[in-house]
């Protein structure tokens, strides 16, 4: 019997820790938590995460930084929008409005995360933009567990917990 590794259709399981390069600052982990499994070659990961691991046994440790472009892309200004405060008036009955804020707008296409960069009397600026565009990525990885995806999984795009089960 080979040794899985990881490869296109296989669930693997991980777990990680993301920091900043430029100050170690934590941005994500799984630490305390379960891993993290995900169905390799189906975009659920950032694309330079599936690269890096790519052909790792289980047990295998590694770390690698990304660059921007195969994270979550370069900052991209036109994601910097103006919005008319009044559209916020229902929501800053319950709260005010901050710089720094994380909000969920629904566009036509689905929710999109934006954060406030600024406030005037009139209007709302909004930078939808993924909070880390435009930054390299460093991440530890450990190859917790890997197996073959069912055809169920495969025909989803998704893994479906530990055994492959779906989830009700």
Known sequence: MTELTVSE???ASVHYKG???DD???FDSSEG???LSFLVGHKQMIPGFEDEIMGAKVGDKMEFTLSSDRAYGDRDDEAVMQIPREQFAQLEEEA????GMQLVAQMPHGPSPFTITLLSDDTVTADFNHALAGQSLTF???IVDLREATEDEQSHGHAHGADGQHQH
């Open 19 to 21: 920091t900043l390069p």
């Open 24 to 26: 170690g600052e934590v």
């Open 140 to 142: 530890a990885v450990e």
């Open 96 to 99: 005010a409005l901050e710089v």
């Open 9 to 11: 259709n296989m669930v």
């Open 33 to 35: 938590r379960e891993p």
